[in-house]
């Protein structure tokens, strides 16, 4: 029931957007246009998200350490460091889905030159 609810908007959405791809009455530069814009904002608020998620992580490993004889107070700094993980993941990922779909469009957009983190 909660999947119809969130779906039905969803689909509708993604419907909208690509109707006159659709019918032919416009080219498909209003999507370059619409991900150019996304990823500039994204591309700009992702440093200051990845920096919010580590210090919650480093929070929570400070709690965690300092009070070690509170089982209590190191559930706590568990928790936020492992929240800290969940929203580094997510923020990361977010980012390579971004780059994905630019590569993929042939958006040329890279604002400051940031780039993701590259593993060896």
């Known amino acids: 029931m909660k999947i119809k609810k969130i779906a039905t908007p969803l689909i509708s959405l993604v419907t909208l957007f690509f109707t006159p791809l659709i ?3 416009q080219n498909f530069t209003y999507v370059y246009t619409f991900l150019d814009s996304v990823s500039t904002v994204l591309f700009l608020l992702l440093p200051v ?6 210090v919650v992580f480093v929070w929570g490993l400070v709690v965690f350490i300092a009070q070690s004889g509170n089982d209590q107070a190191r559930e706590v700094g568990k928790q936020r460091m492992i929240w800290g ?3 580094l993941f997510v923020i990361v990922s977010v980012w390579g889905i971004v780059l994905l779909l630019q590569e993929l469009f042939g958006v040329d957009s890279n604002p400051g030159g940031l780039t993701p983190p590259v593993i060896l």
């Open 23 to 25: 019918i032919y009455a």
């Open 49 to 54: 998200l990845v920096g919010l998620a580590l």
């Open 85 to 87: 993980l969940i929203a």
